[in-house]
Structures are given as structure tokens and as C-alpha cells.
């Protein structure tokens, strides 16, 4: 059974926010994520998400970047780049 749950954890103990039909003593696997909202200081970062779409060729803005590294690691000045 897999069933995903929502729980507090205090003091070293997970205490599920609603009741869990399980055998006392059952052995569980437990995966830890912590709610999206449990980090507000994120949603500005999260709200940008998806906001260069379309405005940015990726694939030319790569190509710029390993030509100015590869220009910086070199005594030559920097190429002109469109």
C-alpha cells in the first residue's frame, strides 16, 4: 500500500494529521519533502519560473558564454559578439 500522508514532526516524532489504518507496531517506509509553502522567502524565484520563454535563444546565450570564457582564459581581447 502507498498512501501519501500528512504529518508533523516535533520532538523525534512524525504524528499524521489524520488517522492511518495500520497495525500498531507496522513497519513503514517514510519519504520527507517538506510542503511547498514551507519556504515563502522561494516565491519570488518560483514566480519567475518560465519568464524568459521565448525572449532568449538558450542555445545562442550558451554559445556566448563559453566564447567569452574561452576568451577570458586567453591574453586576446574579448570577441565581438552580436
Known amino acids: 500500500m502507498i498512501e501519501n ?3 508533523t514532526y516535533s520532538n523525534g516524532v512524525f504524528k499524521p ?3 492511518v489504518d495500520l497495525d500498531d507496531g507496522a513497519e513503514v517506509v517514510i519519504n520527507v519533502s517538506e510542503r511547498e509553502d514551507a519556504h515563502p522567502e522561494f516565491e ?3 514566480s519567475s519560473f ?3 520563454k521565448g525572449i532568449v535563444d538558450c542555445d545562442q546565450l550558451i554559445e556566448e ?3 567569452y570564457r ?3 582564459s586567453r591574453s586576446r581581447p574579448l570577441p565581438e559578439l552580436k
Open 5 to 7: 500522508l500528512k504529518a
Open 17 to 19: 494529521a489524520n488517522p
Open 44 to 46: 519570488g524565484l518560483r
Open 50 to 52: 518560465g519568464g524568459w
Open 65 to 67: 558564454i563559453y566564447a
Open 70 to 72: 574561452a576568451a577570458a
